[in-house]
């Protein structure tokens, strides 16, 4: 099975929502929301205004508006990214403008988060326990 990349010139301007299922290539202008399992190349001519939601992106024109990407967001030397990154993972080339918040790593779930709480609980138990069961140890092998 060959992998197509569909590709989109920089004479083609949109407005609306982009869906596609592959790899695509955008020259052109955007003003919506490009959403895929596919992967994104945003050429150097290309202008995006509005979400990007893909399995991965490199970026080496402008965008404005939020990625969210499963695996990979590349910001090239060329790029200008206004606006917020949630991706597994991110790099950023000398050069690229990026103004904006960034997440990255593996999504947090509401479970682990409680997690951390348990332990200092358990910590503060544990040090007021500790002064209790620290004679009785003492004093069990003086006997």
Known sequence: MTSSKNVLANDVEIKGVIKFSH???IDGKIEG??????SLTVGENAMIRGEVKTRSVVIFGKIEGNINVVERCSLKSSAILVGDISAGALSIEEGATFMGKSAVGKKIEAKPAATPAAPAKAAAATSAAAPATAPASAAAPQS
């Open 23 to 25: 790899d695509l290539i």
């Open 33 to 38: 929301e490009v959403v895929s399992d596919g």
